[in-house]
Structures are given as C-alpha cells and as structure tokens.
C-alpha cells in the first residue's frame, strides 16, 4: 500500500498530537486484512496489540471533527472496496467508532442500558442479601430474597437482549439512510462487546 488511506492519515495525526510514535511499517498493517495471520510481521502484530489505543486517538479526533459519521462511512466503504471487500484494521477502528457514536447519540438505548445496568445490579445486591439470610438460617425469607433476585436477574437479561435488538436496529436505519447497504458491508460490528 504505497499510499495510506485517510483513515490512517488521520489515525496518524491524531497519534502525533498525542506524542504516540506509530512507524511507517506500522501505518502500512493498518492497510492490511483485520481478521488476518500475522506471517511473523512484527508491525502487524504491535498493530493489533495497539488497537484499543488506535480505537480512543480515533474516537478523538472523530468528536474533535464534529462526529461525521457520513463522511467515515464513505471512507470506511472505499478502504474496505480496495481491499477486496474486507475489512482492514484501520476500517474495522473506525467501524467501532462510528458504532459507537450511534450508540452513544441514541437517548433510548442509553436509557434501557442504564435500566439493563441497575437490574442487575440491584438483583446482585437482593441475591446476596438472600445469601446472608441463608446463613442466618431465616427461613421463608432467603427462599423470598433469592426468587426475587432471580427475578431481576431475568429481567435485567430480557431488557439488555432488548437493547442490543434496538442498536442493531439503529444501526441498520443508520447505515441504510447513508445509502451504505447491510453492516456486513462495511465491517460494523452489530453485536454488544
């Protein structure tokens, strides 16, 4: 790949602004299939051990820019049409990110999120509550305590399940509105993490 894509142009601005060495051996695996074998290519495999830190510089120049979902999309879609259609490590990054400011700008899947999030919790707290009134030997109350949080423990399940049907959802109504097609197309990834 003589020359580099803008996603990992701006991949490797943003690591300059933050005083991240990314070599040019480095800036050529970002070009190379996301789901690949190393061969031995060091550069490929530091890459991919780098990828949560690609991830953030991107997810941060992607909001310092304004959040142009459009405009990563048509990038996404022509490095991945170069490369034969596959998603390569830079386009897989910037898919996540895309994917993320869908889910994040989304109030309803925040919300039922945030539901998902407290129900578990509180059926934790009300299952470890039935736990100690079983060492208390209470009775009729530990067999209350560890169907309710049973209970919760389902519904906080039924209500993350829920969730992920509405982002794949959004997800789907995003892509389609930019005229993307599916999200295999372009390598976003539609499944919780």
């Known amino acids: 790949m003589d020359r580099l894509s803008p996603l990992i142009d701006i991949l490797k601005d943003e690591l300059t602004v933050q005083r ?8 050529r695996a970002l070009g190379r299939d996301a789901d690949g074998d190393d061969d031995g290519d ?12 690609f991830f953030a510089a991107l997810r941060d120049r992607f909001v310092l820019d304004g959040r142009p979902v459009d405009q990563w999309l048509d990038w996404i879609a022509d490095e991945e049409r170069l490369a034969g259609g596959r998603p390569t490590v ?15 700008t989304d109030r309803k899947s925040m919300a039922m999120g945030f539901i998902a999030a407290t129900a578990r919790w509180l059926a934790m707290a009300i299952l ?28 906080a399940r039924l209500v993350a399940r829920a969730t992920e049907r509405h982002v794949r959802a959004t997800i789907a109504a995003e892509l389609a509105r930019h005229g993307a097609g599916t999200a295999g197309a372009t390598g976003i990834v539609t499944s919780g993490e």
């Open 42 to 53: 060091l550069a490929y495999e530091r890459v991919k051990a780098r990828r949560y830190l």
């Open 90 to 104: 830079a386009s897989a990054l910037a898919s996540r990110v895309v994917e993320w400011s869908i889910r994040a």
């Open 20 to 27: 991240v060495f990314l070599s040019t051996d480095e800036a």
């Open 128 to 155: 470890a509550l039935g736990a100690w009134a079983w060492s208390r030997d209470l009775g009729p109350a530990t067999w209350v305590l560890v169907a309710v949080g049973i209970a919760g423990w389902v519904v």
